[in-house]
């Protein structure tokens, strides 16, 4: 089984910087691509940033957020600068996961963390 936990998330203000991370353990033999995304109150959830060879990001986010892969190799971060109110959301991290050499991979998910901007 594959588990991943989040962390960083709170409260920050308009301007502000916040850091998310990402952990993943378990039976992992390859992590294919790293993603985050957010969910709105009242809306689906979107796509923030992606990441295989190179990093991918929403329109809404370009230039302000950054993710990166750890030197701890199963973890991602995303960190936001700049963050705007319409930043507030549940920011979840998705890592596509081989298991094994010969297994295909999956998608995983974790519980997400509240990030809120106000002042």
């Known amino acids: 089984q594959v588990q991943l936990v989040e962390s960083g998330g709170g409260l920050v203000q308009p301007g502000g910087s916040l850091r998310l991370s990402c952990a993943a353990s378990g039976n992992i033999f390859s992590i294919d691509t790293m993603a985050w995304y957010r969910q709105a109150p009242g809306k689906q959830r979107d796509m923030v940033a992606t990441m295989t060879t190179s990093a991918n990001y929403a329109d809404s986010v370009e230039g302000r957020f950054t993710i990166s892969r750890g030197n701890a190799k199963n973890t991602v971060y995303l960190q936001m600068d700049s963050l705007k109110p319409e930043d507030t959301a549940v920011y979840y991290c998705?890592?596509?996961?081989?298991?094994?050499?010969?297994?295909?991979?999956?998608?995983?998910w974790g519980k997400g963390t509240l990030v809120t901007v106000s002042s």
């Open positions: 998705n890592l596509r996961i081989r298991a094994r050499s010969y297994l295909p991979s999956r998608d995983y």
